[in-house]
């Protein structure tokens, strides 16, 4: 009956989203239905929807997205972005590895607001021959690849830590799995983009001109050092970035003083918060810790019962509670698994991930691009499906090795 409410809960999101409400509003009547289907007490109710909405998680994430989105302001005002494209078309002489790598790299700032970062230049690159859904998806895609396997992201640290399995070796036995999701989006998409760049668009700028104007990527690259090497919040890693490239660049205040406003996108960070204030209720219920028991009556193998929990889990609630909730577990009932389980499960959770509505970059990618949030997911399910048949093959494969 709980995976039944589950569903309906689901089916409610995706009801509102597929009508064109804002995915706030679909998150909130989410919210709502919890609350009434579980019969969580108004009190309690009040009290969890305070508590998601002053938390320490919530306020970082506000920040890190107002920052991320203030420092975009000040790229776009020097006209830092477009400087970088122009460069790397100049150097690379090829649209289809801007389209790719571009996000890629800026993913390596393990932070939602990164991907603001990566849609203009999506944008400019893919031209005429992607449609807004194909640029988002790409977008989306490729900044979100360095998460499926970096252990800089708090999601892939946290599942590290709980299964004990060593750092070094879970990031060499990705590998394969990366290369498959930069060929699937390849296939899929990119590929329809010219190779060659026109020479028009670059032949003005010097090979010399081009390799200063890379440079101008020094904004990104220092925050994402900062934050890797320190290990600290994005948002107090950009603040020193931002002082240096006022004075740098001879920013004055009359052109700060608007990027103060311009840089806070209200629908985004409104969004954030009855996101959080929904995971927060969710969790509440203690339905996802449940789950285990209600997949274990089908006739199905242990791995595959568990992917089921993971995918419909991190579909709801997010990948970061599935992993703390149920990785010890799953890991102990299926004890032979080993590294293959393990890669299983967490391949599972990207591509949950990557589609769920509860994934705040969805909606940043979808504002940014102005599509809905349906459109976006019709061009990832088919790249996310040939995805899943590939892991379970490799995954099976280095079982039968011993990897």
Known sequence: MELLKLFCIFALIIAFVKRKFPLWTAIAAGMIFTVLLFRVSPDNSLRLIYAATVSNDTIVLLLAFYSITFLQRMMEKRLYLLRVEKAMERVFKNRRLNLMLTPMVIGLLPSAGAVLLAAPIVDRSAGKWLTQEEKAFVASYYRHVPESFLPTYSSILLALQLS???????VLLMLPMVV???????VFY???VPFEVE????????????????LCVWPIAVTVAVVLI????????????VLLFSILARFSLS?????????????????TVVIMQFKEILMFTGVLERMPDYFQVLAIPPAAIFGLIFF???LISGGQAMIALCLPMSLMAVPSGGMSFFIFIMCVIYIAMQIS?????LEIVCTSFEIDFISLIRKTMPVLTCFLVICCVYCYGIFLLGL
């Open 357 to 361: 509505p509860a994934h705040i970059c």
């Open 255 to 271: 052109e700060l003083i608007p990027m103060i406003y311009s840089a806070m996108e209200k629908r985004l960070l409104f969004t």
């Open 199 to 214: 020479k028009n668009t670059y032949e003005t700028i010097s090979a010399g001109q081009a390799a200063a104007d890379l």
């Open 230 to 241: 320190l290990k600290i919040r994005v948002y107090v890693a950009i603040l020193p970035v």
């Open 190 to 192: 990119v590929c329809r």
């Open 312 to 314: 419909v889990g991190t």
């Open 164 to 170: 004990g399995h060593d750092m070094t070796r879970f």
């Open 180 to 186: 498959a999701l930069t060929i699937l989006g390849y």
